[in-house]
């Protein structure tokens, strides 16, 4: 980017600050090949968000069959003077996987926090959604992060007056890309970042009949599938791989014992790929394991917070009782 259009942009974000990609193509290629040397081959699902996955996710969110945006929407909507007392005024607001930021909205009007915090994989939908959100709050002091929250990340502080309470805003259902395990250690490692006086909202995806999940990820327009299937043109194009399009299919089920929807990559034919100076073989039928998207009960999630140190205070559903928000304190 040239130095003028740099500061140019700058001044237009007024109060916007960005910091630094901590996610380096470096880690990108050795995740990958490391993952498809599993002997179930499998890739992290943050790898789906380049520019053309963000706005394929974006896309997933206005379907008819994909429930949580909408559910979760709503009921932040309907309960929002609620989980406002519940968070408190002027705190300062962090939001992982934050995205296009839209439910945020919601949050950002009522709860005038001193400041947000937005960390996000992607840059360009984090640079997109801050320029946006400067747009329509030109009060609002804006850190963008971006970087992986699963990683201990070092969150810029914006410095009020007095100490604020830190809230984590970690809504549509994100934590249940990781499996109990890591949302346990996650938990942990929020707990630490927000202190005592600190409190976390969280949207969780609860179980429910398996159609209506199965629906959810196998859509009919096929977006879903050109999410997951984009994970290889990303692949192919940063890391000149030869993912061969038509011999891969998009392949989403519900897995009840573990109680997650997977998302796999299947081979529809015995192939060799490369990447790099890499080749990995696929039977026929062989599959990349790309996402778990984990369903609780709410009893469940309950569970796995206080193991991760928060008592839950609140919990705040849709009309159908097909998400969920929590709000947790401290434990
Ligand atoms: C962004 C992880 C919440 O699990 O529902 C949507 C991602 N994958 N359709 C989810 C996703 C396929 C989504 N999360």
Redesign the pocket.
Known sequence: MARDERRRKTEHLGKVRFFGSVVGADSFREDVIAGLSLPEKALS?KYFYDAEGSRL?EA?CRLKE?Y?TRCELALTGAHIEDIARFAGDGCQLIEY?SGESLKTRLLIRRLRPSAYVPVDISEPALQAAAKRLARAYPWLNILSVAGDFMQPLKLPVYRARSPERLVIYFP???I??LTPDEAHAFLRMSRGQIGRRGAMLVGV?LKKDANVLHA??NDSKGV?AA?NLNLLVRINRQLGADFDLKRFAHYAFYNVAEGR?E?HLVSLAQQTVNVGLHRFRFDVGESIHT?N?CKYSVEEFKTLALAGGFRTDRVWKDSRGYFALFGLSAA
């Open positions: 699902p996710f997933i994909y949580p996987g549509g259902s994100t249940g890309n995806d959810a990820y879903t999410f929807i998302m996402e998207s």
